[in-house]
C-alpha cells in the first residue's frame, strides 16, 4: 500500500507541472502584467511613467524569457510563497484563506445532504423496481440530472428572494431569502454565536439547493444501478435461499457492494467543490473560490489564476488517488499493486 | 411501404435495428420528436421570426422573402415601421413572430409577457421569444460542432495509445490525465475570456475549446476497447491474411469499439450545451448581439424581477438537455448487454 502511494505520488509530478504550464500558457496569451491589470482596476485614469511600468515588469520578472517566468512560478508555487494579487496587493494566501472556508462550508453540507438522501432513494427505487413509484422516482431523478443549475440559482432568486412573488412579512424585506452573500453586512458581528449560525443558514439554503440536487440525482441512480446490479448476483439468490429475511438480504448483502461505487465517487467529486462553485457563487455573491476565481479572471490578475488554477488540478489528482484507495478499502478483492497507475 | 411489415428483425439493417431499440420506450419518442422540432426551428429560426416579412407588396413592388434577403430599399424598415407605413393597395406576409432577435423595441423594454411581445422582452426591448428561436441555431451548432470535435480528437489519440501502446500510450496517457486535471470551468472561462471572441466566431471558439477540454473521457473509452478487441481472433484473421495496421484499425477494431463512444458522445451533446449555456451566463460566452439561451439567463442577474427571463430560456435548456440525455440513456441501455 505504501509503495502504492509512493509511486502515484511521484507520478503526480508530471501531471503537475503539465497542469501549470498549460495554465501559465494559456494566460501568456493574455499578454496581461500588472501594469495593464492596476491600469484595468484601482489605478485607471492614472498615467505611469515608462520607468515605472520598466520598474514593475522588471519585478515581476515579465523582462525574462517564458521558460524562466515559467520556473519562477512553480518555484513559487511549491514553495507556497504566493506573492500578491495585482488587483490590490493583497497576499494571496490571505485571499485564499479567507474564500477557501466559505467553499468548502458549501459543498461539504451539499454533499452530505445529496448522500443522505441518495442512498435511501436509491434503494428505495431498486426494491421496488418497476412499480410505478420507481418508475415515477426514476424520471424526476433523471431531469433533476438534466437541469441545469445555473437555471435552478437563478429560478430561486427571481421567486423566493425578489420579493416580486413571496415575502416573509416578518422578515421586514421583501422576499423570504437574501439575495447575495452568505451572511448579513449589517451588525453580523454583534451577534450571539447562535444567531451568527442562524444568519448563515439563513443565507447558505438556496446556494445548498442549488449545489445539491445535481449530486443527488446522479448518486441516486448510481445507487439504484449498484443495487440492482448486485440483487441480480448469485450470493444474493444464496442468501435468499439460506431464509434469510429480505431486509437482511438488502441490508446485509447488496447495500454493502452497491455502496463501493458510490464511495469512490466521493474522491471524484473533490475537484468539481471549486469548478461547480463558480456558477452558484456567481449567482448568489457568495465571495468564495469560484466568485474569486472568476474575478481573477475578468481582470486578468494572473498570479492569482494559476494559483487557483494550479490548487484545483492538485485537488483533483489527489481526489483520484483517493478515489482509488478507497475503493481498495471498501473492495477486499483489488488489490493495489496489481493495479497500474496510468 | 407495405413491404415494412414484411421486414423481419434479422433482415433490418443494424443502423435502423438499434434505432428501433432505442426508441422503443414512448419517453425516449417524445424526446426524439422534440430534438426534432428543435433541429426544425433552429433550421428555419429566420421564418419563424423576423423584424421583415415573409412576402410583402409595398409602393408597387414586390418583396419575395425580405426577412432573409433585406432588400436595401426596405432597409429602415421593421414590421412594425412597416404597417404604419402600408398603403391601402399594399399588403405584407408577416412571419409568426413579427420581431427580429436584435430588433429593439424602445417602447416596450423589459415588459412581461403579453400580447405584443408573447414571450416578454429583455432589458434592451428585445422580444424573448424571437430570441429564444434563433438561440436554438448556438446551442444546437456548439452542441454538434464540439462532440464533433472532441469525438475526433478522442478517437484518434485513444487509437494511438491502445493500438500501438508502448511508449507511445504512456506519453498520451499522462498528456490525458494532465487535461483531466485541469478545471474544465476555468480553462474555459480563461480562453474565452482571452480569446474574447465576436460574432459567429465566438461560437467555433466554444465548440473548438469545449473539444479541446473534453476529448479525455472519449479516448479512455476508445483505449480500452481498443485494447480489448484488438486481441479478439478475427483481428488476429485480418493480420494474417496481411491486412494492414490502418485497414485492421479502421475496417476492425474501431466499428467494433464505436458503440460506447456513441453513447458517450450524446451524453457529451447534452453536457456541451450545458456549458454553453452556463459561459453565456456567466457573461464570458456568446457575444450579446447575438442570441443564446444562456445569453437571455444572464439578464435576470441584472432584473432579478423578470421571471420571463429566467424562465423561458431555462426550460428551453432543460428540455433540450433532457431530450439528448433520454437519447443517450436509450443508446446505452440497447449497446450495453449488462443492462439488457
Redesign the interface.
Known sequence: MLRYLFRRFFLMIPTFFGVTLICFLVLKLTNADPVTASNAGAMSGHQISREAIEHLRHFYALDRPWPVQYLRLVRRLVTLDLGTRWQDGRPISEVIGEALPITLLLSSVSLVIAYVLAIPLGIFSAARRGSRRDTVTTLVLFMLYSLPSFWVGTMLIVYLSSGRFVTCPWLGRPGCFPLQGWHSFEGFDQRTILGKLGDVLWHITLPIVTLSYGALASLSRYMRMGMLENLRQDYIRTARAKGLSERRVYYHHALRNALIPIVTLLGLTLPTLIGGSVIVEQIFGIRGMGFVALEAIRLPDYPLVITIVAFTGLLTMIGVLLSDVLYAIVDPRIRLQGVSAK | MTAKTLVTDAERSSASKLFHQVFKQP?QRVALVVLLVMVTVALIADMLASSQPLLLFFHHHWYVLPNLIHPSGLRIYDNDLLMKHLGVDDWALLPLVPWGYNGHDLTHVLSAPDAVHWLGTDSSGRDVLARLLHGSRVSLIVGVLSVTVLVTIGTTLGTLAGYFGGAL??LL???L???????????L???L??LAPEGYSAVIAMTVVIGLVWWTDVARLIRGEILRVKELDFVHAARAQGASTWRIIFGHVLPNASSPVLVSATFAL?SAI?VE??LS??GFGIPDDMASW?GL?NE??SN????WL??FP??A??VT??AF??VG?GLRDALDP?TR
Open positions: 419517453i500510450d504512456v496517457m499522462r498528456i490525465e494532465i487535461v483531466h486535471s485541469i478545471p474544465t470551468i476555468l480553462l472561462v480563461t480562453l475570456s482571452v447534452a450545458l449555456g452556463a451566463f456567466l444562456g439567463l435576470v442577474r432579478i424581477e423578470a421571471w429566467a424562465v431555462g426550460a435548456i432543460f438537455v433532457t440525455n433520454l440513456e449488462r
